[in-house]
């Protein structure tokens, strides 16, 4: 049903996207109960969301087929003029970027830590998305011009440490003979001790890092208390780490996972929550963007 949803929203005319969602909605009426006005409601909010994403990411939607009139009727006609006049807006929120080379370092403001009783924390949870928000912005126009692919993977990180506020942040690519993994950048207390110890190997069973790349999935542990230490990573890393929490994301190019970022925080923390994943998740699709552009511009 989702391919053929998929399918059927790359329709251009409006009247035979209609027809073909109403046949969706028989077809399989008797596995899932959506009227074709729900139905249609869900295509436009899927069409909204991807708009917005679209635009923090700088990945154009026609680029995938989706036609002028489909994103119109979604997300509207100033919209869309907005858009082709090559302004960065999204139909939810707008920001100005500046322009300039690309740095390894972010021109953010510090987060206030929610978990501290003094802080606001309804204010200091905007504060935060504001952060990521800027850094996503100015990742994705670093990625528009030419850029050192090393520089982007640090403001990435360095978006990581502090927009998501964690302890330690690092990302670590396996080696070409899929072998070892190993540390390459990273924030945090004692990070080139943790960097010698985060050498680990790639093979079934030796824990959680190799599992997110051999399985290239996602993981999340909220409290490793509650976990057998021993499955997550070698104790000299975890005793270094000292993590309540644990974030790792797969990088995965062309269906074969080439590293991870592993996101923690220590003890006496609050754990990671669904926002904080999300926002790991498309700080980490920015890095695969930098990955996949051509040499040329990087």
Known sequence: MADELGKGTLVTETRRRKQVLVHIAREYEDKIKISVQNLEKQVADVIRNAWDISHDLRVGLKRIGVADTVIREAVGEEALKTAAQGEPVSSARSADLSPGESSPSLNLSDPLDESDPGVDAAAAAAKRQNLIFTAV????????????????????????????????????????????????????????????????????????????????????????????????????LMKLLGPQSLIFMPLVVKDNAIGLFLVSRKLGKSPFDKQDLRDVRTLRNQALLAIHQPVGHR
């Open 137 to 236: 912005n100015e990742i994705a126009q670093a990625l528009t011009g030419d850029f050192k692919i090393n520089n982007v993977l640090t403001m990435i990180v360095e978006a990581m440490y502090r927009g998501v506020i964690s302890d330690h942040v690092l990302m670590a690519m396996a080696n070409p003979k899929r072998t070892q993994v190993t540390a390459r950048f990273g924030l945090g207390d004692d990070f080139d001790r943790i960097r010698e110890a985060f050498d680990l190997p790639l093979r079934e069973g030796s824990g959680l890092p190799a599992r997110c790349i051999l399985e290239k999935q996602e993981f999340v542990v909220d409290d490793v208390r509650q976990k057998s230490q021993s499955n997550l990573m070698p104790r000299a």
